[in-house]
Every structure is written in structure tokens, then in C-alpha cells.
DNA sequence: ATAACACATAAGTCTATGCTTATGTATGTG
DNA sequence: CACATACATAAGCATAGACTTATGTGTTAT
């Protein structure tokens, strides 16, 4: 028990642009503000939570702090998920079938 | 866009054991209230929620209402996920593999 | 040394949401 | 018919959480 809720961590969009977007690259909290009408200190905020949940990491620099992901964080999820999967009907087994799915 | 956010709706532990139940069985409301300190409304109030997000479905008999898990429902947690999976360290790709690091 | 910068923390506000009690609606039962 | 049961909806409250501005801490630049 980490004590820290996953989907209460996650249920934040902003968040997930966050996470999303620390996928592909290493950004600073000054740069990941870029497209978001958010404070600073809100910014901040969302980056100190994603951290404690283990969803990124923190590489401090001088005055920086570069940020990415940390795609293990996303265990607990995929855990928790894998679970239903045994009454998963098999055509959204795969990530292909799904998009078919999404298409029609 | 169905403007509802599963997260949110995953967010509350309630919900999450809602749905755990109705994963292996079908369940009347007044039988899901049981194990919890929880009036009936508010349990109403949370199949609603459930069953609006696709996670559930309801088979009305009578004044009984019948709740099962939706399986499909959790496609779209499926899809997010999924997408973080290429950046997947493979030792957590699968769940045999996850168990073992959680019994570290 | 002073100032600018990058970020964190603190304090206070506002809204979302989960809860309660009270009431409504439909379906059964004596 | 009257009454109980199963569930939903309404109204109001209380807490959690996302936001703001103000301030603090450490680092780099002039």
C-alpha cells in the first residue's frame, strides 16, 4: 500500500497531457507550462503529485528540474486492469481490434 | 467523446469494488450495499455513474434491478494504456513478470 | 553584491463530488 | 385497497482538490 491512489492521480487531465507529453521527451516544469493557462505554482503542484505516484521522475540541474516519464509507474494500472481481462471479450484483446471498433 | 472521464469515474474506491463484484456475478443494488457503510441512495447514485460510463449494464425484473460487470467498458482504459506500453520496459510487459517484482 | 531566474511551499478561495435525509415512482403482497 | 419493498431523484451539507497570489529557497548572471 503506497497509499496514493492511481486513478485519483490519473483523474486529473491536465495530468495525463503531462504524462503524455514527458512520454517522448525530457522537459522542465517552465517548458511543460507551454499550452496550459496554469499558474506556476499549479504546474508545480501537478508535477509533485505525478512524482509521488511514481508516474515521472526528477533529474535536477542547477536551477532545473528536467522531467519524464517513468513508464513503470503505470504498473500498478496495468495490474489492476489485467485482472478484468479474463472476461474480456476477445475481440478487444488487441489494440487492433480496438481501433477497428472505435472506427465504425 | 462520450464527456465522461472513466478516470473519474474509476477514481472512487467504492465504485472500484462495485465493479470487482460485479465482475463474477449479477447483483441487485440492495446485495452491493452489503459490506458497506453506505446509504441506499448513495449506492443508486454510484451504479448510475457505473452503468453512464459503460461498466455496467442493468437488467430491470420487476422492481429489481440486476447490475453485471460491462467488460467493454474498461476499452477505453485499455486504449490509454496501451499507448504508454512502447515505452514499456519488457520485464513489466507481462503479469507473471509484474507478480514477481511485487513480491520483492 | 544585486538582480533575475527556476522552482517549491504556504495560505486562502472556489468548485466538484460524495454523503446524508426526505420524497417520489413503480411493483409486489396481505 | 392499503401497505411494504426496491430503487431513483431531490435538496442540502461537508470535504477534497484544483486554482490563485504571495512568499521562500537555491542557482546563475551582471
Keep these: 500500500m503506497s497509499g496514493i491512489d492511481i486513478f485519483k492521480v490519473l483523474a486529473d487531465p491536465t495530468r495525463r497531457v503531462v504524462?503524455?507529453?514527458?512520454?517522448?521527451?525530457?522537459?522542465?516544469?517552465?517548458d511543460l507550462r507551454e499550452g496550459f493557462a496554469i499558474s506556476q505554482p499549479?504546474?508545480?503542484?501537478?508535477?509533485?503529485?505525478?512524482?509521488?505516484?511514481g508516474l515521472?521522475?526528477?533529474r535536477r540541474e542547477g536551477r532545473f528540474a528536467y522531467y519524464r516519464m517513468a513508464p513503470?509507474?503505470?504498473?500498478?494500472?496495468?495490474?489492476?486492469?489485467?485482472?478484468?481481462?479474463?472476461?474480456w471479450p476477445s475481440r478487444i484483446d488487441s489494440l487492433k481490434d480496438l481501433l477497428k471498433e472505435m472506427d465504425q
Excluded: C, D, N, Q
Design 19 to 30: 504524462l503524455e507529453r514527458l512520454a517522448t521527451t525530457e522537459l522542465t516544469a517552465t
Design 42 to 53: 499549479a504546474m508545480s503542484h501537478h508535477l509533485a503529485v505525478l512524482r509521488a505516484a
Design 56 to 58: 515521472i521522475s526528477e
Design 72 to 87: 513503470e509507474g503505470l504498473a500498478p494500472l496495468h495490474y489492476w486492469i489485467a485482472r478484468y481481462k479474463a472476461f
